[in-house]
C-alpha cells in the first residue's frame, strides 16, 4: 500500500502540484548539471586540453550527482524532500556561482564538484514524488518528473548564444541565478510528501543504514543499476560528448553542435514521461525489451566509421536513440516503487548512481577511446557493447523466472 493510501487527507491539487514544480526544479538542476558541455569546450579551448582531460572535466560535476543521489535519497526519507530538495538547490547554485571565478584546470574540477550536487536532485525527487501518487499512477508521474532531463538542451539551446556574447563566466553566473530563485519558489510553493508526513504524525523513528541498504543484498538491484547505467548513463554521457563529437567529425561551429546534440537530448528527456505510461499500461518488461532492441541497432550503425555516416543518418538515429532511451529510463524507474515501496529512497539512489556514475565514466572513457584508436565512433561500439551485455542478461533472468513460475508487481523483471 502506498503512502498516498494511508496518509490523512490532501488537497486534490496537491499531488500535480508537488509533481509539476518538482518537474521544473529538476529540469533547472539538469540544465546545471550539463553546463560543462557546453562551456567546457570554451575552457578546453582556452586551457588547451586534450580529449581525456576535457572528458574529465565534464565528467566531473556527473561523479558527484552520482555517488551523492544515495545520501540524498536517504535524506529524503529521514527529512523530507521538500527540505532536501530546497538545500541541495541552493548548495548547487552556489557552486556554479563560484565556477565562474576559477581560472586553473585544478580550480575547475573543484568547482565542478559542487555543480554535480545538482544531479543529486534526481533522488530527491524520485523520493519526494512518488508517495504522492498510487502504485498504478506511479509510472506515468515518475516518467514527467524525469523529462526533466529537458534541461540538458535547455543548456545546449541557450548556452552558447550566452557565451559567445559574454563568456562562458556569464553561463555558470546567469545559471546559478536562476537555480537560486527556483530553490526559493520550491520551498514556499510545495508541502512536505505523504510517506514523511505520515512519519512525523506516527512518530515512527528512522531506519537504521542496515534496514536502508538491505534491498542492496539482492542481486536485482544490480541488474535494474546496469539497465540504467546505459539508458540514463548512456544519455547523460551523450549529451556531454556529442557538442564534441560534432565539432570534431563534421567540422560544425559551437552553435549549429549545440542545437543538433539537442535534437538528441529533447525526445531523450521529454518523451520519458511517454515512457512512464507505456510501462503503467504495457508493463516494463516490453518497454526494456524495446529499447534495448532498437538501441543495440542504432549504436551498431553508428559503430561505423564516422566517416561512412553523414550528417542526416548521423542525426536521425541519435533521434531515435535518444527516444527510445527516454522510454527505457522510465521503465526501469517503475520498478522501484513496485518492489521496494519501504525503500525507495535507498534503492533509487543507488540505481540513480549507477546511471550517474555512466555519465561520469563513460565521456571520460569515450575520451580515452578517442585518443588510443583515433576512431571518433569507438564511444557508440563501446555503448553497443554494454546494451547487448544488458539484453542478454534480462532475458536470461526473464526466462528463470518463467521457470520458476514467480510473479511480478509489475510487468518486469
Not at 541498504?213 to 541488474?223: G, I, K, M
Not at 526501469?332 to 550517474?356: L, Q, S, T
Request: aromatic share 14%.
Amino acid at each position: 500500500m502506498s503512502a498516498i493510501e494511508k496518509a490523512p487527507p490532501m488537497s486534490a491539487s496537491e499531488p500535480a502540484k508537488a509533481l509539476w514544480i518538482s518537474t521544473v526544479a529538476f529540469t533547472l538542476c539538469f540544465a546545471v548539471w550539463t553546463i560543462f558541455a557546453i562551456i567546457g569546450i570554451r575552457i578546453k579551448q582556452d586551457l588547451g586540453l586534450n580529449e581525456a582531460e576535457f572528458g574529465l572535466l565534464v565528467g566531473t560535476p556527473v561523479l558527484t550527482g552520482s555517488v551523492v543521489r544515495i545520501v540524498l535519497g536517504i535524506w529524503t526519507g529521514r527529512y523530507g524532500g521538500r527540505l532536501v530538495y530546497t538545500l541541495t538547490m541552493l548548495a548547487a547554485a552556489l557552486a556554479t556561482f563560484l565556477l565562474s571565478y576559477a581560472q586553473t584546470y585544478t580550480q575547475m574540477l573543484i568547482a565542478g564538484l559542487g555543480v554535480g550536487l545538482a544531479g543529486g536532485s534526481f533522488a530527491v525527487g524520485v523520493a519526494y514524488v512518488s508517495p504522492f501518487f498510487p502504485a498504478d499512477k506511479q509510472g506515468t508521474a515518475l516518467g514527467i518528473f524525469g523529462a526533466g532531463n529537458v534541461g540538458a538542451a535547455v543548456t545546449k539551446f541557450a548556452a552558447p548564444f550566452v557565451l559567445i556574447a559574454w563568456g562562458w563566466q556569464a553561463v555558470a553566473q546567469i545559471w546559478a541565478v536562476g537555480l537560486a530563485l527556483m530553490a526559493i519558489v520550491f520551498w514556499f510553493t510545495t508541502t512536505d510528501d505523504p510517506a514523511f508526513r505520515l512519519r512525523r504524525e506516527r512518530g515512527v523513528a528512522s531506519k537504521s543504514l542496515a534496514e536502508e541498504f538491505a534491498p542492496l543484498q539482492n542481486v536485482q538491484v544490480w541488474r535494474f543499476s546496469l539497465y540504467y547505467f546505459f539508458a540514463f548513463g548512456g544519455f547523460v554521457a551523450l549529451s556531454l560528448w556529442l557538442p564534441r563529437y560534432l565539432v570534431g567529425v563534421y567540422d560544425f561551429n559551437l552553435e549549429t553542435a549545440g542545437m543538433i546534440a539537442a535534437a538528441y537530448s529533447i525526445p531523450g528527456s521529454i518523451f520519458r514521461a511517454f515512457g512512464g505510461v507505456l510501462s503503467d499500461k504495457k508493463g516494463a518488461r516490453s518497454v526494456m525489451y524495446a529499447m534495448f532492441a532498437v538501441s543495440a541497432v542504432a549504436t551498431l550503425v553508428l559503430s561505423l566509421p564516422a566517416s561512412a555516416i553523414t550528417p542526416a543518418i548521423f542525426i536521425v538515429v541519435i533521434f531515435v536513440l535518444g527516444f527510445f532511451m527516454s522510454l527505457g529510463k522510465a521503465a526501469v524507474y517503475k520498478h522501484i516503487p513496485a518492489y521496494y515501496p519501504e525503500n525507495v529512497g535507498a534503492v533509487g539512489g543507488i540505481v540513480g548512481m549507477m546511471g550517474g556514475l555512466g555519465g561520469f565514466i563513460l565521456p571520460i572513457t569515450f575520451g580515452l577511446l578517442k585518443d588510443m584508436t583515433g576512431l571518433w565512433s569507438s564511444c557508440f561500439l563501446l555503448l553497443f557493447a554494454i546494451v547487448a551485455i544488458s539484453l542478454i542478461w534480462m532475458h536470461l533472468s526473464v526466462k528463470q523466472l518463467s521457470r520458476q513460475g514467480h510473479s511480478a508487481p509489475v510487468a518486469a523483471t
